[in-house]
């Protein structure tokens, strides 16, 4: 087993105090973006709206969000010991699963077989959906 990403909360406000700082890193990257790609002035004022540093705030957070990938057996022992929540998507007969542990005892877990960076993705987006996009 072993773990990525940094972000991990015990509670819905360090989760929302986390996405707040990333806001100015955001922003950045779509300035930075729009310039690789030549916008002048009045495109950049036209098609960088608010909606778009924000899902880059979304992204950005989403993709540092800590994850732990591991076997089927140790997620299983992690479930063991885990009082939370847990939404399972995938298969059951899957031999491999990531796991994200978010604020207020939940978790959301998917399973996969061979595709890890796929899956580490799919999940963060999934947890950034189903633990923090209504908390932050």
């Known amino acids: ?3 990525e990403g940094t972000f991990a909360f015990e509670s ?3 989760a929302r105090a986390q996405y707040e700082s990333v806001g100015p890193a955001a922003q950045t990257v779509v300035r930075e973006v729009a310039k690789a790609m030549a916008f002048d002035r009045e ?3 036209e098609r960088v709206t608010g ?4 899902t880059a705030r979304d992204a ?3 993709s540092l ?3 732990h990938v591991g076997s089927r057996e140790e997620f299983d022992d992690w479930r ?3 009082d939370g929540a847990v939404t399972t998507v995938g298969h059951e007969a899957v031999d491999r699963v990531v796991w994200h542990v978010g604020p207020d005892d939940e978790a959301v877990a998917a399973t996969f077989q061979d595709e890890e960076a796929a899956a580490v993705a799919t999940l963060r987006r999934q ?3 189903r633990l923090y996009r209504d908390r932050v």
């Open 43 to 45: 495109e950049y004022d």
């Open 60 to 62: 950005l957070f989403a």
């Open 127 to 129: 947890a950034f959906g």
């Open 1 to 3: 087993m072993h773990t």
């Open 65 to 67: 969000l800590e994850v």
């Open 51 to 54: 909606d778009v540093v924000e």
């Open 80 to 82: 063991a010991d885990y």
């Open 12 to 14: 819905a406000e360090d």
